[in-house]
């Protein structure tokens, strides 16, 4: 079945250390995205993406990496320069660059210990 | 870009009862969705309601673009409603979604 894959779905960190969240689809679709979500909140743009080999910072872009190297692939990687990174990570999808539905993947829960 | 904001924040209902939720746009009305958050954190499309009423069982959807807002109708609730409800508009500027603060509904047997 097409979807969203995000992996892994728990994830714990030391202080200091980098990681990279993977966010694979095979809807293919031509835009991605990077949401970030605390504890009672909403959901906030970290980075997105309307086609490979470009991608656009979000509202809260700092601390945060991403590259869009292939069209089914768009991982993000948390820096030690985010001051704030336990959080939940979701990544979505949508056909039509920007004019479909969005789709989500299951999440990355990250603790930073 | 576009403000979404959602109402009520938080609703509390006796199962079997009926709930309007609603989401209210600062731009115009393009590409809007409804969510419903899990507790485990999944997402799930409940619709894609730029316009007009869709309906799917229980739940039911309006979107009104010209006055820029969407209500989301429960009937019948069911402890499987609760978790987080969230509205969706396309900041076009950006071709992104930006989301409200999100309904966080609570049904009690």
């Known amino acids: 079945d097409g979807g969203i894959t995000q992996s892994p779905k728990y994830l714990f960190r030391k202080e200091g250390q980098n990681v990279t969240l993977s966010c694979e689809q095979n809807?293919?679709?031509?835009?991605m995205y990077w949401y970030r979500q605390d504890p009672g909140q909403g959901l906030r743009l970290i980075y997105y993406?309307?086609?490979?080999?470009?991608?656009q910072k979000g509202d809260i872009a700092e601390g945060y990496s991403v590259s869009r190297e292939k069209k089914e692939s768009f991982p993000l990687t948390v820096t030690s320069a985010q001051k704030n990174p336990t959080a939940f990570y979701l990544c979505?999808?949508?056909?039509?660059?920007?004019?479909?539905?969005?789709?989500f993947g299951e999440g990355s829960r990250l603790t930073v210990l | 870009g576009i403000q979404v904001e959602q109402s009520p924040p938080d609703l509390i209902l006796q199962e079997g009862a009926n709930s309007t939720l609603r989401c209210n746009f600062s731009?115009?009305?393009?590409?809007l969705q409804w969510f419903h958050q899990n507790p485990w954190g999944q997402l799930i499309n409940l619709f894609y309601?730029?316009?007009g009423t869709k309906q799917n069982g229980r739940l039911s959807a309006t979107t009104v673009a010209t006055e820029r807002y969407s209500l989301l109708y429960i009937s019948s609730s069911q402890t499987t409603d609760s978790g987080v409800y969230f509205c969706?508009?396309?900041?076009?500027?950006?071709?992104?979604?930006?989301f409200g603060s999100g309904t966080r509904l609570q049904v009690q047997p």
């Open positions: 979505a999808s949508m056909g039509g660059r920007g004019t479909g539905e969005l789709f």
């Open positions: 809807l293919n679709h031509d835009a």
């Open positions: 993406s309307q086609i490979v080999n470009d991608f």
């Open positions: 731009d115009s009305v393009n590409n």
């Open positions: 309601i730029p316009s």
């Open positions: 969706a508009e396309l900041d076009t500027g950006r071709r992104a979604l930006t």
